[in-house]
């Protein structure tokens, strides 16, 4: 449900100026149960593009439909001459309500880096690849300088009926000492995998019925090797 550039790109082609989509989805994850709403958004001009989304959870904090998390990232890319090389800059941070009335913040991050794209003349499937440095505030372990990569991609088939696409993130990440609700192991663990590749029968061209899996290792404060699979509707504007 997140960072689909390339999808929303080839959606552009059909919509001439620029694409936003609404995901609603089920989480049906081990303990989960609830619903994930995503909006995203994807512009192109002449010195590259600008992509966005924000993400609400309602009731992961064991509240039914209570706004529980919400996300968001923006990224901005600047293409370097007619290369398929951009400078990339990105912002990502959020809120999550793990209580009534409690709350704790996502901690702020921001990226700069290299990307790399590629499609095909058709548009029908493509790939992006980034290489970034990513600067994480209220860390406490001194070390809010790690690394990020980042890997996009989407393949159209059945004449256009049917995406595959999703993303893949492998980045470094301190956590801080104290256990403030995570497990105590989480606390030692640098290095963060998540992959949410989804898959779409595209019943019209603004409306989409699939699913994704969120596969994940040492993610959002869980230790170790995490699935946990969605059922989902998409709206194209």
Known sequence: MKKL???????????????????????MGKDRGYLTTTVEMFRPDKTGNTFFFIDFDYGSNGVKN???????EIARCFTLGKSPFSWHVEYNGGLFRPAPAVGSSISNAWLTGV???????????GFS???LYKNIANTTDAKPNNFQLTA????NFAKGKMTFSGFADFWREGHTVSNDGFKTNFQSKEFIFLTEPQLWYNCTKKFAVGGEVEISSNFAGHDGFMMNPTAALKYTF
Do not use: E, I
């Open 129 to 131: 690849l980034k290489a």
């Open 5 to 27: 550039v390339l999808v929303l790109f080839v959606s552009l082609l059909t919509l001439g100026t620029f694409a936003q989509n609404l995901q609603t989805h089920y989480d």
């Open 115 to 125: 990307d790399y794209s590629w499609n095909a003349s058709d548009f029908s499937r």
């Open 66 to 72: 209570s706004p529980s998390l919400s996300y968001f």
């Open 152 to 155: 996009v991609w989407y393949l």
